[in-house]
């Protein structure tokens, strides 16, 4: 058995309160992790900054970027025990979109999709959700009933087997105290 990790998280961005506001969900980005020391993720999210439009694959450092300038940011951080197989698909998933990043865009149609409930399907662009429930779904470790675009971050909350490592301030995470 192996473990995999998800960061569900929710920042003070302006573009993250007005999702949160829409929503109502506590959560609204969610990332993957394969890392054991909890420092990084993978999620499709801003490249830059200050400038959300611009989005795609990236790598998410918890102590750094966009969460170092908003110290805030709330998030709850899971385990999940999978087989050795599954581990080795979800990391495979993620070297595919590492390997194809620039060709990756991000799903802004979704966003206005979640609405109206109406999933809008783009072959190279996700959003943060609908990438992190895309890996889990290819890998065999979960099935979700829903369209995957139509994904939030509060929805991976479903999932069986996810065990809680962490829930608080991502400024008050040390991956020490919970790595296995």
């Known amino acids: 058995m192996r473990k995999i990790y998800l960061l569900l998280a929710q920042s003070d961005t302006f573009i993250s309160e007005a999702i949160r506001f829409v929503t109502r969900d506590p959560y609204n980005h969610a990332a993957i992790g394969v890392d054991d020391s ?7 999210g801003r490249k830059l900054r200050f400038f959300p439009v611009v989005g795609g694959f990236i790598r ?7 969460y170092r300038h908003h110290p805030k940011t709330r998030c709850i951080i899971f385990s999940l025990n999978v087989t ?11 070297r595919h979109y590492l390997h194809h990043r620039k060709e990756y865009g991000y799903n802004h149609a979704a966003l206005f999709g979640g609405l109206i409930d109406k999933p809008y399907y783009f072959k ?7 990438f992190v429930a895309t890996v889990i779904h290819q890998s065999g470790i979960y099935q979700f009933e829903k369209p995957l675009p139509l994904t939030r971050a509060d929805d991976l909350r ?8 962490f829930e608080g301030l991502m400024s008050d995470f040390n991956p020490g105290e919970v790595a296995d």
């Open 38 to 44: 909890l420092t990084y993720f993978w999620t499709f």
């Open 60 to 66: 998410e450092k918890l102590k750094e970027g966009l």
């Open 84 to 94: 050795d197989e599954e581990y080795e698909r979800v990391n495979a998933t993620i």
């Open 124 to 130: 190279k662009k996700h959003t943060c959700s609908e």
């Open 158 to 165: 479903v999932i069986p087997g996810l065990e809680t490592i």
